[in-house]
């Protein structure tokens, strides 16, 4: 008897498991020992469970970290936050806006928005059982030219 996709092993060898790395782990263990295990499993019994457990197993499983900022970070706005709260009435060396006085650019630099929209249909198969692979290039020097062969002629 083999496995299928979306069986849920409930024990290994008469032992629960009830993580992935316990039951690799006994999985591995009793092959080592024995050379064979026991397994407990539970299957979807019908198509419509099938599928549900087929859409868990194809669910997106990753745990969101929110990992600490680097030490250093942390010293260095520690650093910051002190000399700010030294100084409340802190003025910028200069101002990060651009002056009025520079030079302006000229039009043709600038981002031009066109007055026109325009639809342009892309061709597309909506049915993926109907798409077909494309055949790969045939290899160059098997194929010669009709005007050569009336050529020779």
Do not use: W
């Not at 009435?89 to 043709?108: Q, T, W, Y």
């Not at 928005?113 to 692979?133: F, G, H, Q, R, W």
């Amino acid at each position: 008897m083999s496995l299928s996709v979306g069986d849920a092993i409930l024990d290994v060898d008469s032992v629960p498991v009830t993580t992935v790395v316990d039951t690799s782990n006994a999985i591995c263990a009793g092959l080592r020992k024995n050379g064979y295990v026991t397994l407990v499993i539970e299957q979807p019994n019908d198509p419509l469970a099938a599928v549900q457990v087929r859409q868990a197993l194809m669910a997106e499983k990753s745990i969101e970290m929110d990992l600490p900022l680097a030490p250093d970070v942390i010293d260095i706005c520690k650093q910051e936050c002190k000399r700010m709260k030294r100084n409340p009435d802190l003025k910028p060396k200069e101002s990060i806006l651009k002056c009025h006085s520079n030079k302006s650019r000229a039009v043709s630099s600038r981002i031009q928005v066109s007055e026109e929209t325009e639809d342009i249909p892309i061709a597309c198969e909506d049915n993926p059982a109907l798409l077909m692979k494309v055949p790969s290039k045939p290899p160059t020097g098997q194929y010669f030219s009709i005007a050569e062969t009336q050529k020779q002629s």
